[in-house]
């Protein structure tokens, strides 16, 4: 829709029916749709204009910004708790569908998470090549908001994130993956933490597009990295595992 448009299409909702007072919730929710379907700066001035209910048609218009356009690039951060339904996943070397094998050469810089969420993963079997089974991770439930008490502490954690020690001990099992996941600007960060084998943890700028372990944007770092001590406990416990 461009803008000649959507001032008929506004112009057309007041006609109907006087404006009403908007939803506490409609701000984030309009900058989230701008977000999405990329709408031009003209358009978004037009979004702020008004909010208009017709009988059957709502016409979602606020003054953003006390009357100034938001921009699609927006840096505002976006709140809505959020997994994929799979964890994208580029093939690896072994073709297992684990993701990078390489492990980090430095420590990510991650930005601090005021909120956050976490998603568990299992494997499952998609497909069986020369070289054994491919995995895809598929989400268990949904999102499960951490504790605001319990947020800090994690933060503590992604701030100890390293390359991995020579000479780890590993366990030789699967067992599911979990995705701490959090909102950074306009976008997500990711924390994905295996919970079988070395408990390796790979990250991602973007949990629904870029393969944990393939990011270096955003404070993260391509490659494996370790958890500090505890941190894959504490991810479970606010999962409610």
Known sequence: MNAEEMTALVDRARAVEPASPPPPDLLPRARASARRHRLTV????LLGAALVIAPATVVVARALDEGQPTP???AVEDVSPRCPDTLPVVVDPGGHGFGPVEEADRRPALPEPRSAWVC????????VTDSGTVWSWVSQGGPR?????????LAD????????AANRACTDDLGPRWLLVYPHGSGLIGVVVDDY???????TDDPFTTTAGAADADGTVPGILTAPDGMLERIKAAWGA
Do not use: N, W
Request: charged share 20%; aromatic share 2%; glycine share 10%.
């Open 42 to 45: 003209a358009g978004l001035g």
């Open 197 to 203: 084998g070395c408990r390796d943890v790979r990250l």
């Open 157 to 164: 954690d992604l701030q100890h994130l390293g390359p991995p």
């Open 120 to 127: 568990e993963y299992v494997a499952t079997s998609s497909s």
């Open 145 to 153: 908001s951490v504790d605001a008490a319990a947020v800090p502490r």
């Open 72 to 74: 699609a690039t927006s």
